[in-house]
């Protein structure tokens, strides 16, 4: 199976309320599609979104990117070459991390087509069914109250809570959705860089203090602040997890030896692609730390890809927040991983079992 082309379309979906954190608002996803023509007729799929704030990646970088640099090195290369494949990708450009995760999708999308096997089964084997939690955006607090009700009421038992805005009203927020929901749903924190260190220990102490129980706090503090991470992580009891932080498996290596962190949040955007989450996991599994698995604002193309490593690797994957799809007003896949609010499933169709992709609009 040799690839013979590599075409772009753009695919937009509206969400169904905006999505807020400390670092951006946003009302629709529009997110690159990457589709990976072969000689046999297989065609892989790949996604890219245009996280700025936090990959440095836009649309026309990550379309320039496989344009120019990606693809010419891909084109005539063998699907069952996959090291070699995903090695090319990799080392052909620096950074680009999204680029290069929409192309390692659709590549192990082909490898496993190839063998005719779900992906997961490809990448080890596991139960096919995970279950995600629902963010619930950073707004007014009764707006948060009422979308934490509403999320715990369509089945989300729990809720990733994005806070990191005024220190102040975030304690009263989170305290306030802590009493409304508690029992019923389990309550994670993403501040999204938002907090300084000292406010993130305040606000942590304080909310520890009145007896609000969190599963965990989500990069408390700015992405390249790794000393503040660990002062963090040294003086509260709510688990710390590194996102923004963490992009490669060398950064996880010097995280961990640093104990900075307590979990891990593995996504595919920033790792750029399935190759290094998967060293990322296996470095974690080494070191017997947890790592959640984690998406941008993506439709159910990418997250499906990121379903498949999280079944795969779900010894050390023990956390998910695979939301993404649930967070769209329709989904724009005909596919095999379904999508249905908390609950994922996979069924067994070759690769990642997308047919087509609703209104994907081709790039000349
Ligand atoms: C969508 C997911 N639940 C999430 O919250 N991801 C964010 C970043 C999303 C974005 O801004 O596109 C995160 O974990 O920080
Ligand atoms: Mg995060």
């Not at 790949?46 to 700025?52: C, D, L, M, S, V």
């Not at 084109?75 to 090291?83: A, M, T």
Request: glycine fraction near 8%; include cysteine.
């Amino acid at each position: 199976m040799k690839i013979t082309d590599i075409r772009l379309g753009m695919v937009k979906v509206p969400l169904k309320t905006p999505f807020k954190t400390a670092l951006r608002t946003v009302n629709e996803i529009e997110d690159v599609i990457v589709m990976i023509e072969t000689d046999t007729g297989h065609i892989g799929y790949g996604e890219a979104p245009a996280t700025a704030v936090i990959t440095g990646d836009i649309h026309g970088s990550i379309i320039e990117a496989i344009r120019t640099v990606i693809k010419p090195k891909l084109i005539g290369l063998d699907i069952s070459d996959l090291n070699h494949v995903t090695r090319t990708i990799q080392n052909c450009i620096m950074k680009n991390y999204s680029a290069k995760a929409a192309v390692e999708i659709a590549v192990y999308d082909l490898f496993a087509q190839l063998y005719k096997a779900p992906l997961y089964k490809m990448l080890g084997g596991g139960v096919p069914k995970l279950t995600t939690d629902l963010t619930i955006s950073v707004d007014y607090i009764d707006k948060m109250v009422a979308d934490s009700l509403d999320a715990v009421d369509r089945g989300f038992e729990t809720l990733k809570v994005k806070v990191g805005k005024d220190i102040g009203v975030d304690i009263e927020r989170v305290k306030a959705i802590y009493a409304a929901v508690e029992g019923r749903a389990l309550i994670r924190l993403d501040a999204n860089q938002g907090w300084t260190a000292k406010e993130a220990v305040y606000a942590l102490h304080k909310l520890e203090d009145a007896g609000v129980r969190l599963e965990l706090v989500e990069q408390p503090v700015k992405a390249l602040d790794i000393d503040g991470l660990k002062y963090v992580t040294d003086r509260v009891h709510t688990p710390v997890m590194a996102d923004e932080t963490t992009f490669s498996p060398r950064e996880v290596i010097d995280l961990i030896k640093m104990r900075a962190a307590d979990i891990i949040n593995i996504k595919l955007m920033k790792t750029g692609g399935i190759s290094n989450a998967i060293k990322i996991a296996d470095i974690c599994s080494f070191y017997d730390m947890q790592c959640m698995i984690g998406c941008m604002l993506e439709t159910s193309v990418s997250v499906s890809a990121a379903v498949h490593l999280a079944v795969a690797k779900s010894d050390v994957i023990t956390k998910v927040d695979l939301d993404g799809p649930s967070l769209c007003a329709f989904d724009p896949v005909v596919g095999s991983v379904n999508f249905d609010g908390a609950d994922i499933s996979i069924n067994d169709a070759p690769g990642l079992g997308i047919q087509s992709i609703k209104g994907l609009v081709m790039l000349p």
